[in-house]
């Protein structure tokens, strides 16, 4: 007998329900084991100015019982750290509090990729396939229980994503803006992601046609800006400077470009840094020491463009795979990682191949992927970079997961809600029924 839609919406509503509750309590049960934990390399950024701005100090970077120590910094964005801050001002300096609070976000994560996939391949069973994974990657889950902007970051760009959708497939321009609302947010705090816009309107010409889309890049443009205008007019002000993002774009460059006996590093702390090197950079204040690492990451590229080379195919394969570090066996939880990432990459091929993506979908992607290895590559980086694309691919992955099964002949217990046209957000795609 033929299920309809009206018994599959419950079974829908109940799986995903389960899903965001297994996501919300892995991550609190991470959370809660690291309570009391050292803070460790960045974290100690974020907790620092946070709780400076918290106290009422400003946004400084250093130890906040320690004036001499303060100072102005842009070497972290502020959208994230005022989130933390406010979770200090209203509960205390206790990182385990904004920790469950991240936690929280990153389960409504799974809400989104369930939204976002359900726009892409209108099925019901892709949306939960993907949720499901993005509940149980270990990476996502551990990276929750830190004090990082990346969950933070990797929820508005899921949102920004989402909402774009809404309006390419709505045509409401209400959905536009919100989205370049958020990417504004999303980029206060990894100005990197602000050309995601672009990309999003790009990919979206073969359906709104090429008018529209440049009409909706200006508006996200302009969107973006203002959102992230008082940011850049405070730096202008303190350091006297335009710092349209970070001080930290020369650094990234000049870490990444092995300024260490060849190596790429992490940052000054790293072991093989001269102290003498050290204190010079520092003594430079942010702007200077971030102008001069620029040049000199461009003396060591030019020195050496096949050293650069060899050093950046490395650094994919820091990226994508969490391997090919520098005088490092790979461990064994960084193999898994890289045998799982294989795997996903492996089926989100198959999920465009097979399964009949929205094309704009399609075309997001690709450019995406070309972008996110453009601005990650050439810098200093780490697996835990990718891992906002990787929450949009395992849409893909599961879709392709799905497809494989199907052709296999092989049934899967979500097959009672496929095609439920009541499982998604609501908004109906033109042509969504003879997408190519």
């Known amino acids: 007998m033929r299920v309809t839609p ?35 390399g960045d974290e100690n950024v974020f907790d620092q100015i946070a709780s400076n701005v918290a106290s009422g100090q400003g946004y400084l970077l250093g130890a906040s019982d320690t004036d001499r120590d303060r100072h102005p910094t842009a070497i972290r964005g502020p959208s994230y750290v005022l989130l933390l801050a406010a979770c200090y001002r209203l509960f205390g300096h206790h990182p385990t509090l904004p920790l469950i609070l991240q ?24 949306g939960l396939v993907a949720a499901g994974l993005y509940a149980v990657y270990p990476p996502f889950i551990l990276m929750a229980a830190s004090l990082l902007n990346e969950t933070f970051a990797q929820f508005a760009l899921l949102s920004t994503v989402s909402l774009f959708f809404a309006y390419v497939n709505g045509g409401r321009s209400r959905y536009l803006v919100m ?16 050309p995601v816009g672009l ?28 959102v992230m205008s008082p940011w850049i007019i405070r730096n202008a002000l303190v350091f006297r400077a335009f710092v349209p993002g970070l001080n930290w ?4 460059l000049w870490f990444g470009a092995g300024p260490v006996e060849g190596r790429a590093i992490a940052s000054l702390g790293d072991p093989g840094v001269p102290d003498s090197l050290r204190r010079f950079v520092n003594s430079l204040g942010e702007v200077g020491a ?29 990226l994508w795979f969490n391997v090919g570090f520098d005088g490092k066996r790979p461990s064994r939880a960084s193999m898994m990682v890289a045998l799982f990432n294989s ?12 399964a009949r993506p929205d094309s704009v979908s399609s075309w997001f992607m690709a450019l995406l992927a070309l972008f996110w290895t453009a601005v990650y590559v050439p810098f200093v980086t780490t697996v835990r970079y990718a891992l906002p ?45 003879a997408m190519p």
């Not at 909706?216 to 443009?221: F, G, H, L, P, Q």
């Not at 971030?290 to 060899?310: C, F, G, S, T």
């Open 249 to 252: 774009s020369g650094l990234g």
């Open 199 to 226: 990309l999003l309107c790009a990919s979206a010409v073969p359906r709104i046609g090429l008018a529209r889309a440049v009409r909706s890049a200006a508006v996200t443009i302009a969107v973006v800006g203002l």
């Open 179 to 194: 989205s370049g609302v958020v990417l504004g947010l999303c980029a206060l705090s990894k100005p990197q992601f602000a």
């Open 290 to 318: 971030d102008r001069w690492a620029l040049q000199e990451a461009r003396h060591l590229i030019v020195a050496d463009p096949a050293h650069y080379v060899q050093l950046s195919a490395k650094k994919f394969f820091r």
């Open 343 to 354: 795997l996903v990459i492996v089926l989100a091929f198959v999920g465009a191949r097979l």
């Open 103 to 126: 936690a929280l976000l990153d389960a409504l994560s799974v809400l989104l990729v369930y939204q976002i996939a359900f726009r892409w391949f209108r099925q019901s069973k892709v």
């Open 6 to 40: 009206q018994v599959k919406r419950p079974l829908v509503s109940r799986l995903l329900t389960a899903i965001f509750l297994l996501a919300l309590a892995a991550r609190l049960i991470v959370v809660v084991a690291e309570r009391g934990t050292a803070l460790v």
């Open 389 to 433: 694309y990787y929450a949009l691919l395992f849409i893909f992955s599961a879709a392709g997961a799905l497809a494989l099964a199907k052709q296999l002949g092989l049934r899967t217990a979500l097959d009672e809600t496929a095609a439920d046209p009541g499982a998604g957000d609501g908004t109906q795609t033109p042509g969504s029924q």
